[in-house]
């Protein structure tokens, strides 16, 4: 069984620091992309970063929405079968739950076919 | 940067009814559009991918259609469970999503 468990979240204040962790079991990671998608409250689905399934990704294979660029780092870590997004200089419009989501990707399609359940992040003095 | 569109923004039908929710893309998309249902304090769940294609699990009563740059979902007969916000994906984009209100 394929599962995403998201940790990390918290309060914090306009300028700090936080890092989100995203454990996988159940597929082997190697093989897969992965995605930081968030949501504010009571708002819609937003697509935060992209890591693809290269094992030593290099500028091509990281992708950041324009509003976390220079901010938020996105890493794999293989061994661990794991996720991280490191958010830095955090804004009050970072405010969020964060999901990891798995990439499946063909010549024909591209989805994210399974979610974990989200971490809250709250960025509020 | 490709901008997905959903309309209506809400939809209030009843249990047995059919429900017909639309995506339209800025530019042609080439049948990479999926479907996500997200329900109340719940993740995102994957429906159909490929414009067409549903995910394992997924009832029969879902559907999706469309080419190039216009989309549907259409869910051919409402149950109860079904009441929930949907919304459309590209790549690294999301539609704004359609709440789907129980009339």
């Known amino acids: 069984e394929v599962q995403l468990v998201e940790s990390g979240g918290a309060l914090v204040q306009p300028g700090g620091s936080l890092r989100l962790s995203c454990v996988t079991s159940g597929f082997n990671f190697r093989n897969y992309g992965m995605n930081w998608v968030r949501q504010a409250p009571g708002k819609g689905l937003e697509w935060v970063a992209w890591i693809s399934a290269s094992d030593i990704p290099s500028d091509g294979d990281i992708d950041y929405t324009d509003s976390v660029k220079g901010r938020f780092t996105i890493a794999k870590d293989i061994a661990q079968n794991s996720l991280s997004l490191q958010m830095n200089s955090l804004r009050d419009d970072d405010t969020a739950v964060y999901y990891c989501?798995?990439?499946?990707?063909?010549?024909?399609?591209?989805?994210?076919?399974?979610w974990g359940q989200g971490t809250q992040v709250t960025v509020s003095s | 940067e490709v901008v997905l569109t959903q309309s209506p923004a809400t939809l209030s039908l009843s249990p047995g009814e059919r429900a017909t929710l639309s995506c339209r893309a800025s530019q042609n998309v080439d049948n990479y559009l999926a479907w996500y249902q997200q329900k109340p304090g719940q993740a995102p769940r994957l429906l159909i991918f490929h414009t067409s294609s549903r995910a394992t699990g997924i009832p029969a009563r879902f559907s999706g259609s469309g080419s190039g740059a216009d989309f549907t979902l259409t869910i051919s007969s409402l149950e109860p469970e079904d009441f929930a916000v949907y919304y459309c994906g590209w790549p690294r984009t999301f539609g704004q999503g359609t709440k789907l209100d129980i009339k």
């Open positions: 989501a798995r990439d499946f990707c063909t010549s024909l399609s591209c989805r994210y076919d399974f």
